[in-house]
């Protein structure tokens, strides 16, 4: 059984940083791209970060490019999501998502992920 759990979560001041962190289980974590996306209140879901399973190529969305950095250590079955110079429009629940097949690169398409964890909160404040 395939689980994804984020932590991180917080409330910081716009300028600030936080990092998020998913624990992966029930999977060969080093075969499987990840991705982030979050949602905010009566928003869609949008993608903020994706990284390849192997040697991890990143790709980002415009409005965190610059800003926010995805990483992961295969060893540690985890990806982080490094997020600085924070924004009040940053607000959202984050999620963090498996690809959902091994050997396959999520990409910005949500369809392409066939795990989530539960979310986590960001709050920033202005």
């Known amino acids: 059984q395939v689980q994804l759990v984020e932590s991180g979560e917080g409330l910081v001041q716009a300028g600030g940083s936080l990092r998020l962190s998913c624990a992966a289980s029930g999977l060969t974590f080093s075969n499987y791209g990840m991705g982030w996306f979050r949602q905010a209140p009566e928003k869609e879901r949008e993608f903020v970060a994706a990284?390849?399973?192997?040697?991890?190529?990143?790709v980002y969305a415009d409005s965190v490019k610059g800003r926010f950095a995805i990483s992961r250590d295969n060893a540690k079955s985890t990806v982080y999501l490094q997020m600085n110079s924070l924004k009040p429009e940053d607000t959202a629940v984050y999620y963090c998502?498996?690809?959902?097949?091994?050997?396959?690169?999520?990409?910005?398409?949500?369809?392409?992920?066939?795990?989530w964890g539960r979310g986590t909160q960001v709050t920033v404040s202005s």
């Open positions: 990284i390849t399973w192997g040697a991890g190529v990143a």
């Open positions: 998502a498996a690809s959902s097949r091994p050997v396959y690169y999520g990409g910005t398409d949500y369809r392409n992920y066939g795990y």
